[in-house]
């Protein structure tokens, strides 16, 4: 009935009634110990009654700390909800397990991939390792921005995906804009303003801070621990930039690009947020410009598959858009969108724990060359101009 799995994880199985809720509130406090939480396991149970339910209850009382209870049957789920003690404990209903084989990627991130399943609906697989609450909490955090009137996508329902969890989430005949971009190249400048107009709406919106990331604090971070990779000039250089930004409750998206907006019935959305945060535009819009245009500078191939769209289009798309976005301070809006696109760019030792330390030795070499850390690069005249974002 009740067996131990590991410290602080239990597993129960079968009929839990009033014929043998004693004996299955003894085994459970057994294992109690005040002030731990404990995780139990009810993927073999198959009944539970009121009776049972107060044994549960007897366990939470008595250790004064969490009580979850995962792998729930949607059956015994229902129990669980009805009574009310979705409230009282930590209740987790069984995932139902999808495939991906087969099904087109229309979306990347560094937390996971996002696939078509079909016409009405798409998932966000994470990558493995990623826990149940990093999933949990972006789905809370697009609710936000949804119920803060930012257009995006809400997901709802979780599912596993192999080792993996993923989020669904309904799209009815929706596509990236990437692949309506493609579709209709003649119109890659307007669908180019519409992004714009996007970005600008969710710049528009204040941030909850409490629930969510300081993004100037975590790239400033990162910056400062570039330090130890480069020389105090280039380190000197990297800090003036982020030390440039004041402080905003704005939101940002933190990844925004062609292929993480999807658009249906005309209108444009936000998908993948992962990475919302708050904070100054400039983090969005330099990172947009890494994405979009960093990219095909020095590898044009590789712009189609991280964004969806070819090196020329994205050009057009991502100058219209930032035309759209600045109005008559186009020119100098772009300039800072390339300094903080190109110092995001230098942070990437930071960014991709992966990296060993011959790839970073290889990485610091071409961005000697080609970015923000390169002699020839001149920071100092765009940001000593006043732009009012």
Known sequence: MIEKIDDGKLAISGRVDSNNAGEVEEELLKYANIGEDIVIDASGLEYISSAGLRSFLKLKKTIK?????????????????????????????????????????????????????????????????????????????????????????????????????????????????????????????????????????????????????????????????????????????????????????TLLHGDYHTKNIMYMNGEMMFIDMGDVGYGHPLLDIGGSYLGMIHVGKFNPDAVPHYIGVDCDTAIKVWNAAMEEYFGKDVELGKELAMIYGEAKYTLTPLTYSKMTDDMIEGFLNRARTNSLISESFDISPALNNTLDI
Do not use: Q, W
């Open 65 to 249: 700390a969490e009580v979850s209870v995962v792998d729930v049957s949607p059956e015994i789920y229902d129990i669980f909800e009805v009574t009310g003690f979705v409230k009282i404990l930590d209740i987790h209903k069984r995932l139902k397990e999808i495939s991906i084989d087969g099904c087109e990627v229309v979306g990347e991130g560094a937390n996971g991939k996002v696939y078509r399943l079909d016409d009405e609906t798409i998932i966000k697989v994470y990558v493995p390792g990623v826990p149940m609450s990093v999933v949990e909490d972006e789905r809370n955090i697009s609710r936000a921005a949804f119920l803060s009137g930012v257009p995006t996508a809400i997901s709802y329902d979780v599912a596993k995906v192999g080792d993996s969890y993923g989020a669904v989430y309904e799209m009815l005949h929706a596509k990236t804009l990437s692949e309506v971009i493609m579709e209709h190249p003649d119109k890659a400048e307007e669908f180019g303003t519409g992004m714009g107009k996007l970005l600008k709406e969710l710049h528009h919106t204040n941030a909850d801070k409490e629930k969510l990331k300081n993004m100037n604090d975590i790239y400033r971070s990162r910056a400062e621990g570039m330090g130890k990779y480069l020389t105090d000039a280039e380190h000197e250089k990297l800090m003036k930039v982020y030390d440039k930004l004041d402080e905003r409750d």
